[in-house]
């Protein structure tokens, strides 16, 4: 069995790390699996270690409307008119650069909140998704202006 911990390897949630030198560094690790998979359940971390932690059902209540909230957003942003069409150019183009920067950064944290895989939070960001198009990129409630025929301050966003 030599040569199992050679190296800077892990073995199983033990928190023992070889660093080569001889001398052991202790890590601090939860007793939750990362999982690969989707599960049910309120024990996961959503975006940050720790949180909402584990046997807390308030915090992991408040982690799925933060994500929903962040889904709905990334389609807000996604079908605002911000920007008159008379201003200045360069002012535009750096609102709407700003604006492009801010979706894109929510929708990475909508990303990886889904990437904790708890069915939850998938549910929750699906829900926000389909929410925030419902309410500002869908017909139900423009109504209909023929003259404009700019539809938002941002490109569409492709996956």
Known sequence: ????????????????????????????????????????????????????????????????????????????????NLIKQDSNHVAAGLVQTLLYGLRIGLAYMVMLAVMSFNVGVFLMAVGGHTVGFLAFGSRVFKKSSPGSGKTSDLPPMSC
């Open 1 to 80: 069995m030599a040569g199992m911990n050679d190296g800077a390897h892990m073995h199983g949630m033990g928190g023992m790390m070889n660093n080569g030198s001889g001398m052991t560094m202790m890590h601090r690790r939860h007793h939750m699996m990362m999982h690969m998979t989707f599960f049910w359940g309120k024990n996961a971390d959503i975006l940050f270690d720790g949180w909402p932690g584990s046997d807390n059902l308030g915090m992991y209540v408040l982690a799925l409307i933060f994500v929903f909230v962040l889904a709905l957003l990334v389609e807000w942003l996604s079908h605002c």
